[in-house]
């Protein structure tokens, strides 16, 4: 069974910076494409950025130039830098395969406020 664990939330100004990590374990990590998700409250869970077993990335228009998604597929981590911090990224960030599997982490809040 796939277990996943994020870390690195937090508090931060408009304008901040943050670093997520997600350890991912029970899995053979390297052969998955890898996603980090988002749900702010009230709103549906939506994907942020994908990162495939190669390295290829992709990214949803709101937060393209802002955050960058990483692998580290020896430590089976992954990891969402996120830059230029907004309000509206406040939500609870989650790490999951791509698509998603059933079984979710506990995720890990950020809160963009002055």
């Known amino acids: 069974q796939v277990q996943l664990e994020e870390s690195g939330g937090g508090l931060v100004q408009p304008g901040g910076s943050l670093r997520l990590s997600c350890a991912v374990s029970?899995?053979?990590?390297?052969?998955?494409?890898m996603g980090w998700y988002r749900q702010a409250p009230g709103k549906q869970r939506e994907l942020v950025a994908s990162?495939?077993?190669?390295?290829?990335?992709i990214y949803t228009d709101p937060v393209k130039g802002r955050f960058t998604i990483s692998r580290d597929n020896a430590k089976n981590t992954i990891y969402l830098q996120m830059s230029s911090l907004k309000p509206d990224d406040t939500a609870v960030y989650y790490c999951?395969?791509?698509?998603?599997?059933?079984?979710w982490g506990q995720g890990t809040p950020v809160i963009v406020s002055s």
């Open positions: 999951n395969s791509h698509p998603p599997s059933p079984s």
């Open positions: 029970g899995s053979i990590f390297v052969t998955y494409t």
């Open positions: 990162i495939s077993s190669r390295g290829r990335t």
